[in-house]
């Protein structure tokens, strides 16, 4: 079965009477910690859930369990503040206790399976892995319909995709977790005839060190010819992309819910590097809503487009003339365990302009809720 959004052809909004609706998994993967795995999972789950749709999210680094605390977080912003904001349908998947391997693989199965089960009334799952070779992880790769890796932008990183020869940028072979994929991606297909797309995208990207920006550039699209993935864009090194951990928001709760007046250019150009990620799911609905939401923001677009342009000429720390935001919230808060609000997002309509040092606290920071420094 594949996920009716997975499907090209398929561009309307509810599945065709004759396939069942199953939910679009989305794992984020990488053998390796730090590399922006639950930080993008987290974007794209407030990115999907602010388009309307149903999101669940699983959480299968039980150890850490970042992913899991971002929405603790974001639930105790709802209470303590009485802020507006979807919630993801939410389960934490635990290793087995079970010493002996079968056991304890059938048991996690057994799990993944439950947890499918509880968010298949969902559009999409979102998978959060972790830096380790886990028989979860391999689970979860082999039902999922696109994996997302994501890189930060140094050869360090690239090693865990494919042994690269120093001397002259050619690749030597792929790596464990590169196999890992393509194991999962022929045991999906053996399982229901069914394809897996990997997507690989460079995550903190900076303008800093632009040589080795372009070497990464070179060997990432060699290696996705020779691999058999995808490049998104990725996202750039932003303050925006790691502050709002412990309120448990993201720059699309910021923009969209009008929680911040003051919005700086890097909101600006981070929320389209995130709806850039989503547009290379090639997923027609995702991008017919897209669409639909700049429509809606038509009157911030061509401050928007001066703003990415300018975006990129400035440092992330630089002064950057801002925009206003009068925007009503119109997202729903639920519960714990509920199920994600189908809220359209607000429309945004500048107002007036200022200007913020992007570094520095910024009006959401102002707003904190009680308890959160
Ligand atoms: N694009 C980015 N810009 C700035 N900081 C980032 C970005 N992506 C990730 N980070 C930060 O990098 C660290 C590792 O990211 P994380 O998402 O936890 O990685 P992983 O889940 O792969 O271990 C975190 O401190 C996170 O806030
Ligand atoms: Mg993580």
Excluded at 132 to 147: G, K, P
Excluded at 268 to 293: H, W, Y
Excluded at 298 to 327: G, L, N, R, Y
Aim: include cysteine; proline fraction near 5%.
């Amino acid at each position: 079965m594949v996920g009716w959004f997975g499907k090209k052809e398929t561009d309307a909004d509810s599945p065709p009477a004759d396939e069942p609706h199953v939910p679009h998994i989305i794992i984020l993967g990488n053998e390796k910690g730090g590399s922006g795995k639950t930080t993008t999972a987290m974007h794209l789950i407030t990115a999907l859930m602010r388009l309307g749709f149903k999101v669940g999210s699983i959480d299968i680094d039980a150890r850490q369990r970042s992913l899991s605390r971002y929405l603790e977080n974001r639930r105790n912003t709802i209470t303590d503040s009485g802020t507006s904001l979807p919630l993801p349908t939410h389960i934490v998947i635990t290793k087995s206790p079970f010493n002996v391997m079968e056991d304890a693989e059938e048991d996690e199965r057994e799990r993944f399976d439950q947890a499918r089960e509880r968010l298949k009334h969902c559009d999409f799952i979102v998978i959060d892995s972790p830096g380790n070779d886990t028989y979860l992880s391999r689970l979860a790769h082999s039902h999922s319909n696109t994996v997302i890796t994501p890189i930060n932008d140094s050869f360090v990183d690239l090693d865990v995709l494919a042994t690269v020869n120093g001397k002259d940028l050619k690749i030597i072979r792929p790596s464990v977790y590169s196999e890992m994929v393509w194991e999962q991606k022929l045991v999906k297909a053996k399982r229901d005839g069914s394809s897996l797309e990997w997507i690989v995208m460079r995550n903190r990207l900076s303008n800093i060190d632009a040589r080795n920006k372009r070497f990464m550039k070179k060997v990432t699209e060699e290696l996705a010819r020779r691999i058999g993935f995808r490049l998104a864009p990725g996202f750039s090194e932003r303050v925006i992309f790691r502050e709002m951990f412990l309120q448990g928001l993201t720059v699309l709760d910021v923009m969209d819910n009008g929680t911040s007046r003051s919005v700086t250019l890097s909101h600006i150009a981070a929320r389209q590097e995130v709806r850039d990620l989503l547009k290379t799911l090639r997923i027609p609905e995702v991008d017919r809503r897209i669409n639909e939401l700049k429509q809606k923001e038509q009157p911030d677009d061509e401050s928007d487009t001066q703003a990415s342009t300018k975006e990129s000429a400035v440092s992330e720390t630089a002064p950057t003339a801002t925009k206003s935001e009068a925007a009503a919230p119109s997202t729903t808060s639920t519960s714990a365990s509920s199920t994600a609000a189908s809220a359209a997002p607000a429309r945004t309509t500048p107002t007036s302009t200022s200007m913020v040092q992007d570094s520095s606290p910024l009006d959401y920071a102002a707003r904190r809720p009680v308890g959160v420094n």
